[in-house]
Each structure stands twice: as structure tokens, then as C-alpha cells.
């Protein structure tokens, strides 16, 4: 099946820094998405990324879809201490006629420290 | 704000026990999904349904799980003898169509942890 690489596993970052993460694979994927989770919950969506090149921003957030389809990257600016969670980069497939499941990244874990 | 409601939030069960798990979708979605994740890992996907059948499923989903949508509302997940490997998180998630377009956007609920003892 489709794996997703995604790092870093873990980042210990100052509050008010900013933050990159990122997801590979060596598949080709018609959408990322990036989910934020906390604990105890269910994944919330973020941003939801559709074309290759496609840059978007939700507040302190900001991702990029890959202009290959294999890569995409988010970055949080100015992080807060709830910005503290795991993130999951996801890819949605490209084959039609199917319900399109999501395939996840393994999760960065994200500490801000005061 | 519409959601995804999951009941339980929690069970507890013995080894070779059936557990269902119930989902409620947010009501004008048409396709279904239950993920997993175990504590720790990443989430994985189990299975997807529309138009009240599988539509993939992974290769974790084998005999001893089945789905189904008993009713207009609900969407269950029934793991028919439980394993203890079988402990996880369990979520559901739905989205809506959009004149066949993928939006990728998925809805999840807040999970049922399932513990077999």
C-alpha cells in the first residue's frame, strides 16, 4: 500500500518559534491534507491541499502541496502553547470510482515550550 | 457546528468477546470510513462505505470485522471476537460528496478507545 514518510517524529520547540514539518512518499497523491490531534480526540482537518503547487494558509498555518504530488510541507509561525498536539499529514488517492480513503503520516508530535 | 458522534467513548471487553461500535455521520454525508490507532501510532485505515456497501477496505479488516448501516442514521462497526491486539482507538469519519469531486476532506469523531483484556 501507500506510506507516507513524515517528519520530524518529534519537536520541542520555544512558544513564539515557528515550525516546519513534512510528509514523502513514493506515491503520487491528488490531495494532502494536515490534521491537528489531541489527545483523547479525533483528528481536526487544518488545510486541505487539491493541486500540485498549491500554497494555502489558515491563520498561522501554512502548507504547500508538492508540485511533484509526493511531498508536501506545513509550516506553523509564531507557535502558541496550543499549538501542542500530533499532526498528521494525509493523502488522498487518485483512483476514481472509489470512496478515496485517507493513507496518514506516522505524526509529529509537537511540545511548546513557555 | 455539525459533527461526527461516536458511543462508546470507552469499552472494556474480554478476549473473544463481539464489540459494537456506533457512529453517528454528520447527516447529509455519504460516504463512511473507521480508522484505528493504536496508542501511539499512526492512524490506519480499516474500511470505507457508500451507497450501503464496502467500498475498501485494508487489510487489517478481515473476517472477524463487518459494517453496517442499520438505519438512516447510524453506522456501526462489529468486531465479532475480539483479539488482544484488537485494543485501539477506534474513529469513525464521513464526508460529503461533491458532484463526484474529491474534496478530501474528512470528518472524524472523537474516537472509541476499545481495551481487550
Known amino acids: 500500500g501507500q506510506q507516507l514518510n513524515q517528519s520530524p517524529q518529534s519537536m520541542f520547540i520555544q512558544e513564539g518559534e515557528d515550525v516546519s514539518m513534512n510528509c514523502t512518499s513514493s506515491?503520487?497523491?491528488?490531495?494532502w491534507l494536515w490534521y491537528k490531534q489531541d489527545p483523547g480526540e479525533g483528528p481536526v482537518l487544518l488545510i486541505a491541499?487539491?493541486?500540485?503547487?498549491e500554497l494555502t494558509s489558515n491563520g498561522r498555518l501554512t502548507a504547500q502541496f508538492g508540485i511533484t504530488r509526493k511531498d508536501s510541507f506545513l509550516n506553523i509561525s509564531a507557535s502558541i502553547p496550543s499549538d501542542v498536539g500530533i499532526y498528521f499529514c494525509?493523502?488522498?488517492?487518485?483512483?476514481?470510482?472509489?470512496?478515496?480513503?485517507?493513507?496518514f503520516g506516522s505524526g509529529t508530535q509537537l511540545t511548546v515550550l513557555p | 457546528e455539525p459533527e461526527v458522534t461516536q458511543t462508546p467513548s470507552h469499552q472494556v471487553t474480554q478476549m473473544g468477546q463481539e464489540v459494537i461500535l456506533r457512529c453517528v455521520p454528520i447527516?447529509?454525508?455519504?460516504?463512511f470510513y473507521w480508522y484505528r490507532q493504536i496508542l501511539g501510532q499512526k492512524v490506519e485505515f480499516l474500511v470505507s462505505?457508500?451507497?450501503?456497501?464496502?467500498?475498501?477496505k485494508s487489510e487489517i479488516f478481515d473476517d472477524q470485522f463487518s459494517v453496517e448501516r442499520p438505519d438512516g442514521s447510524n453506522f456501526t462497526l462489529k468486531i465479532r471476537s475480539t483479539k488482544l491486539e484488537d485494543s485501539a482507538m477506534y474513529f469513525c469519519?464521513?464526508?460529503?460528496?461533491?458532484?463526484?469531486?474529491?474534496?478530501?476532506?474528512?470528518?472524524f469523531g472523537e474516537g472509541s478507545r476499545l481495551t481487550v483484556l
Open positions: 469519519a464521513s464526508r460529503h460528496a461533491s458532484g463526484g469531486k474529491w474534496t478530501g476532506e474528512l470528518f
Open positions: 506515491s503520487i497523491f491528488n490531495t
Open positions: 491541499l487539491y493541486k500540485a503547487g
Open positions: 494525509a493523502g488522498g488517492g487518485i483512483s476514481s470510482g472509489s470512496a478515496r480513503q485517507l493513507t
Open positions: 447527516s447529509n454525508h455519504l460516504y
Open positions: 462505505f457508500y451507497n450501503n456497501e464496502i467500498s475498501e
